[in-house]
């Protein structure tokens, strides 16, 4: 049974640039797709990209100028970075694996992020 | 990127069957997969694919799909199927996932 922890500063100043990492433990990374989703406080889910095993990504259009998501195999891990924060960027941030004939089906607990000075 | 559409709240009676759709252009190209979830919780998985259930789903969760509108249908809901529900589909235009806005199930 694959699981997924996420890691990272639950604070980021506004116009930085927030950075979280997911654990994955109990399976490979180098196989499937890595995604990463979030979650304003008291409103829906939006994914925000995914990663898979040639470390190429695909991304939101409407954040794939500030966003990357990368792989790092020797760690079984990957990682979000998202420029240029303001409050709206302010949510639950979860890490999950990606099947493209199932969906997510394997999620981290999420992370909150706050952006605020 | 494509949108879907889901109904923001729907509520049924304890026992009955309740159907939750999620519309967009979307779906007439790709199944949708339906997750469930309870407050302070990550969404956990229901519905994937044509109608299959992953491990440990119950039964009386299924889902149907036709033309531009997907569904997941609750036949005798549960009190603790009171939750947000969310559909997930694979962009037609770009190799990226969008999701529904979400759908606040009652159970009454």
């Known amino acids: 049974q694959v699981q997924l922890q996420e890691s990272g500063p639950g604070l980021v100043k506004p116009s930085e640039t927030l950075s979280l990492t997911c654990t994955v433990s109990?399976?490979?990374?180098?196989?499937?797709?890595w995604a990463w989703i979030r979650q304003p406080p008291g409103k829906g889910l939006e994914q925000i990209g995914y990663?898979?095993?040639?470390?190429?990504?695909h991304y939101n259009p409407s954040l794939k100028s500030r966003v990357t998501i990368s792989l790092d195999t020797a760690k079984n891990q990957f990682s979000l970075r998202l420029n240029s924060v303001t409050a709206a960027d302010t949510a639950i941030y979860y890490c999950?694996?990606?099947?493209?004939?199932?969906?997510?089906?394997?999620w981290g607990q999420g992370a909150l992020v706050t952006v605020s000075s | 990127s494509s949108e879907l559409t889901q109904d923001p709240a729907v509520s049924v009676t304890l026992g009955q069957p309740v159907r939750i759709t999620c519309q967009g252009d979307?779906?007439?190209?790709?199944?949708a997969s339906w997750y469930q979830q309870k407050p302070g919780q990550a969404p956990l998985l229901v519905i994937f694919?044509?109608?299959n259930r992953p491990s440990g789903i119950p039964d009386r969760f299924s889902g149907s799909s036709s033309g531009n509108t997907a569904s997941l249908i609750i036949t005798g809901a549960q009190a603790e199927d009171e939750a947000d529900y969310y559909c997930?589909?694979?962009?037609?235009?770009?190799?990226?996932?969008?999701f529904g806005g979400g759908t606040q199930l009652t159970v009454l």
């Open positions: 999950g694996r990606l099947r493209l004939t199932r969906g997510i089906d394997s």
């Open positions: 109990g399976g490979s990374i180098n196989t499937y797709h």
């Open positions: 990663v898979y095993d040639t470390g190429n990504g």
């Open positions: 979307s779906l007439r190209n790709s199944y």
């Open positions: 694919g044509r109608n």
């Open positions: 997930h589909c694979q962009d037609n235009n770009v190799p990226h996932w969008v």
